[in-house]
């Protein structure tokens, strides 16, 4: 199976990236399953119904989200109608929507697709490791679906770290959100999960951290409050992983990172062309 | 000049990769300044005289430090003998050793390497922001000196980001380490600086950021007190970031990944051959 | 019923207060019910056997916990075999002990003490606002208990402010540990729950919150690491909350602090002589 | 000299207790000095000019503020023609307003009035121990000045207790705001100087901290962002600490917490009258 994860896109900007981007690389891929995590969307923050069918339109098969899921408060509300749209499955029990998605695929094979928050320098949510236990234990790759991808949503690249190692062989991919940089330890770890502890964000990067970088530059330095963060409105690159799987196992045999346009250096698989 | 910086020296499995390593990179790529951040290279936390000795000997012209600067006491001692060793600037007035290092190189030219510390998920240090501004302006690039490094020790991308870009146009390099994993956002900014926000460890990546990963996983799952953290004692991967600068303006021209052994996909430079 | 809350005992200056006062307190007073945290009690972190047991011999029907549970590893194990020394509830589950102990009093009532620890400011745990509902509806206050007791180990006086009237009129008291100064907002809230931001500890209050004071102010100061952190040794403020309640409906209807000897004013209810 | 310092003024419940109280103390007890800490006076954040007056025209020497500071914008500009408005002294330089004011008493004497942060659990500032430390020595107790007060505005009681003993023997006063609940550790410290750890909010304490509970605890249950955060409408208690001093050193000779209606239970110091 082809799967491409595409990290936090940010503003206006990441959704161009993801319009302009990410229909192509669907057909030209010939993807299976398409992963984008659209927590901050909406003007860098939450995601609203329309952007939302917006990035499943452009060939996403699930969204996920992050500390910022509920930002635009009807979140809340649409979140239940959209079965794509999977939040952090640690948030307390009665939250509206869902953390995991089974995913239905264009050739009738399923792909569990879980989002989790880590709790290290992040506000206090459920367990991450239990949660994930309940969820793929309900749900094992190879015997109740064809892939398992999971975004971790986490700041500490040790929280990532443990994580990935904890499911390594029982899911496809653990890749991580958040900081919004794409780090370089993507690899397939020793039981065949692929693994990222971060996918970047899909934004654009002569910023800070995708916001336009005068004002938090300028509260760094001054450290009182000022003008609303505004997403940087320059060019994005579209950052996340490509992993091929084994279709007998679910596992992952092939990762390579996903960097393109915008101002960091172009990354394609080259084991799909 | 044709620098190369080395991130987190984790353990034992750090310290032989760079044993192995980078003698052979000093002369191969005829490097001209070579920085690598020692704070975890005596048993992962800290670093003893002996240890940074043989970082010297091994091709480093300086090393750099980060929050666990001073973890081996020994080192609030001998640092005040050891004028390459550079501890991060913003600790407070008083502090042992020193936060910026010039550097006289083989040929007579200098580079001023600084490490600074973030604040954000941190302990409290003082400005980095203003510390740098003061280091920077008492010996200004192409002219007080021919190069400069500046080592960001710190948690938060966002910190990292900004700091790159305050200092862009100023400094030949910034390059955060502490996260112990390399980012893929390696560049030259718009004003001449290279930036990549972590340089990644050099240490073994099946692990928990360098540590063994059985203890801190068991802490994350079961929130009790356990054993001492011990470094992983797998293969090291060296990972860094490599630098090529204008001689006459001290800016980067040229930047790449460094990733060699271990269990990263490799990278090199491929304009030094 | 006539309860004794007294919090966090600090090292061999708090264990020294508790035997000198518990035993006249306990008589006295004629309680009916003393619960002691003893987080602190061994060496100013963490709790062993025969440091419990002594405080349970000086009139403790109960000792609560919190972050510093198991730092002396042995509580570990033989908080197995001691139904009365109560950790926090959100613990993970498999933990180790207890996060609830219903004890028989001396007359054959019965009260239901809880420990919980906050979120905020402090390492990740269970949520504690659903585990202390959990634990409520099992045991609800004037149906299956006389009393309940609460000891929220907790760094913020939000969360604590939230907790205690999220609780209001299903617990007899809810007290606040952890921050080792005892706050002044003692008071029955509307629904009939005595509540108290912090008992405060007992300990030598000539100190950084019962630390001898010399090492913290030096690392408050420099910021390097140094020597370990010991007790203050002075004489002890032993502190606390004495709560009448309601043999009817288990709610409190007076309250008042509890501060003798040490360098704290004294306080002493005035309605029990 | 007679000094009362009244805590966080929390919105249009702690305003009305100010104008309704600190008029009658001032006469009544002849107080020589009144500080007060309105941080919180405007909605719950920040202050205004015209309040910033009220406060002062009901009988306040100087203003003190802390993390909320600049909340309501205004203040970044008409802080800088209010020398009775003080802002935490560990902002960087550069930073609208002061950190120190000196004010002529009705009687010629003078008084320091100093507001400093904490780091622990807080935005990022400048060493507050260090910038104490300056501005105390360009203005000594006893040679400079007749009084010294500091608001310590931080979150941890370490930090605080850790403050409090440095300055002891150079200030009259050293105590804590922000936590929005007093302490019950008011004591003339070994060296002469009144402390106490947090003097606590002038605000309704049927309440999470000041604000209304209804939306804190909905947030601290469900986790999810929901509707502003609106100060408590119920009576506030005016609550503040109470000091006498020697007139020949400027220390400290008696103190009393101050507690005056709403909620909590009432205190008064008993050597005025
Ligand atoms: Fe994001
Ligand atoms: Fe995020
Ligand atoms: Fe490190
Ligand atoms: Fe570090
Ligand atoms: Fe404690
Ligand atoms: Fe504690
Ligand atoms: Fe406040
Ligand atoms: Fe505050």
Redesign the pocket.
């Known amino acids: 199976m082809r799967i491409l994860f595409v990290g ?1 896109v940010m503003g206006r900007s990441g959704r161009a990236a993801i319009a302009a981007e990410l229909p192509n690389l669907r057909s030209r891929w010939s993807l299976d399953l398409v992963v984008v995590n659209g ?2 969307a909406a003007a860098g923050v939450g995601i609203t119904e329309t952007i939302c069918n917006d990035i499943l339109a452009a060939g996403a098969d699930a969204v996920t989200l ?1 500390n ?1 899921a509920f930002d635009q408060r009807e979140a809340l509300v649409f979140i239940a109608r959209q079965p794509r749209l999977v939040r952090p499955l640690n948030y307390p029990p009665g939250t509206p929507g869902r953390g995991a998605a089974l995913v239905d695929l264009h050739d009738g094979r399923r792909a569990l697709v879980l989002n989790v928050m880590g709790r290290v320098f992040m506000d206090a949510l459920d367990d991450p490791f239990a949660g994930l236990e309940r969820e793929i234990e309900a749900c094992p790759l190879g015997l109740a679906c064809d892939a398992v991808v999971v975004d971790v949503h986490a700041e500490a690249t040790s929280e990532k770290n443990a994580i990935g190692h904890v499911l390594d062989g029982r899911a496809s991919l653990v890749v991580g ?2 900081t ?1 940089i794409p780090t370089a330890d993507h690899r397939v770890l020793p039981g065949g999960t692929a693994y990222m502890s971060d996918a970047g ?1 899909t934004g654009d990067y002569d910023s800070v951290i995708g916001v336009d970088k005068e004002e938090p530059i300028r509260r760094f330095v001054q450290r009182t409050p000022g003008s609303r963060y505004e997403p940087a409105g320059g060019p994005a690159t579209l950052c996340g992983i490509a992993v091929e799987t084994d279709d007998r196992t679910g596992l992952a045999v092939k990762v390579a990172p996903v960097r393109i346009g915008g101002r960091l250096s172009p990354a394609l698989p080259d084991f799909w062309t």
């Open positions: 936090d927590e901050n992050g910022h959100t958040h919004h964000m």
